[in-house]
């Protein structure tokens, strides 16, 4: 399965291009734009952000779809300032697979710094500045920051109390970090991790590559709109 990048953006026109997929959330409608270029797992991804931010509500909202090469909603381009006017350029081929490659990724442990209470301490890589695959721990709960994704990562001998705080501590790794609750967040199992996860770790055995994973969200709109309705 191909590695769908998901970010926040600036709510305007001037940050759509053919070559991906943009939600826009408003109170009452959740639009769905699509480059002409966009691809079928992009396509796909997006479909399921709108659903998971639909059932998310406590109010009845409208899911509504735009195609680049017929898009004349009015409401939709009025909230983004305005329509460009002009062909929108799209993204170079492989640059989100690009994007992910060369993405610089911290590692963090979980650890429970007094009975009951959980925190995060960052592992130190190695000399040369890369990460080894020894640093993940079996009993133990890890978080890769990779800017625009958090990995987590649990250790098969980790204890329930761990497991059950996971993902509060992701939050609370977040916040200290300064990014939005919407950054996705895909969690894994000790000997199921997917190839892009393997990747960052220089010592991994390649040949174990394996895409079996299990991935979970917070919520993440590509843009949002929380002012008030123009109409």
């Known amino acids: 399965m191909r590695n769908v990048r998901v970010k926040q953006v600036d709510v305007t026109y001037k940050n759509l291009n053919s070559g991906d997929v943009f939600i826009l959330s408003t109170e009452d409608i959740i639009y769905q734009w699509l480059g002409k270029y966009a691809n079928k797992f992009e396509r796909a991804k997006a479909l399921q952000l709108c659903i998971n931010l639909k059932d998310k509500r406590k109010k009845k909202v409208e ?12 409401h939709f381009w009025q909230i983004l300032g305005g329509y460009p006017g002009i062909s929108i350029q799209g993204d170079v081929p492989g640059s989100d697979e690009l994007f992910e490659a060369n ?3 911290d590692l963090h442990q979980m650890i429970e710094k007094s009975p009951g209470i959980m925190g995060i301490k960052q592992i130190p890589r190695n000399q040369d500045g890369t990460l080894s695959r020894k640093m993940l721990d079996t009993s133990g709960i890890f978080m890769l920051d990779c800017e625009t994704v958090i990995y987590l990562w649990i250790g098969k001998k980790c204890t329930k109390k761990l497991r059950t705080a996971a993902l509060q501590v992701v939050l609370d790794l977040l916040s200290r970090l300064g990014r939005d609750v919407t950054t ?3 969690k894994m199992m000790e000997s199921a991790e997917p190839a892009i996860f393997k990747e960052k770790f220089q010592d991994w055995d390649h040949e174990e590559l394996t895409t079996i994973f299990k991935s979970e969200y917070v919520i993440q709109p590509f843009c949002s709109y929380s002012g008030p309705e123009p109409f």
Request: charged letters at 30%; a negative charge; proline letters at 6%.
């Open 63 to 74: 899911v509504v779809t735009l195609d680049e090469e017929d898009c004349n909603n009015e």
């Open 103 to 105: 993405a610089v990724c």
């Open 184 to 186: 996705p967040v895909t």
